[in-house]
Nanobody, 120 residues
Framework: QVQLVESGGGLVQPGGSLRLSCAAS????????IGWFRQAPGKEREGVLC????????YYADSVKGRFTISRDKSKNTVYLQMNNLKPEDMAVYYC?????????????WGQGTQVTVSS
């Protein structure tokens, strides 16, 4: 059964850091791109970052450049989103999803999401 499970969300003060995990099961990351997306209350879901099967990275949101990075551990079949210098506008539910090989393909198999709250 194909499944993506996000974890690592929580409450953090502005300027703090979190690392989100996206654990994949039922398939291998070798042949898939994994994207991170987020949705804040009252807003549409937006793309954040994506890593393709060759470890190429695509930034969807200019606002996270220089603060967020994406990486994968193929031995753990897990993709990470490292978020530094968090801002209140980063507060959202973060989701991961997969696409075949490259970030330009259609994403599916969405995880359940993990809440990130940035507040003092």
């Amino acid at each position: 059964q194909v499944q993506l499970v996000e974890s690592g969300g929580g409450l953090v003060q502005p300027g703090g850091s979190l690392r989100l995990s996206c654990a994949a099961s039922g398939f291998t990351l070798d042949y898939y791109a994994i994207g991170w997306f987020r949705q804040a209350p009252g807003k549409e879901r937006e793309g954040v970052l994506c890593i393709n099967s060759s470890d190429g990275v695509t930034y969807y949101a200019d606002s996270v450049k220089g603060r967020f990075t994406i990486s994968r551990d193929k031995s753990k079949n897990t993709v990470y989103l490292q978020m530094n210098n968090l801002k209140p506008e980063d507060m959202a539910v973060y989701y991961c999803a997969r696409a075949p090989l490259v970030c330009a393909e259609t994403f599916g198999s969405w995880g359940q999401g993990t809440q990130v709250t940035v507040s003092s």
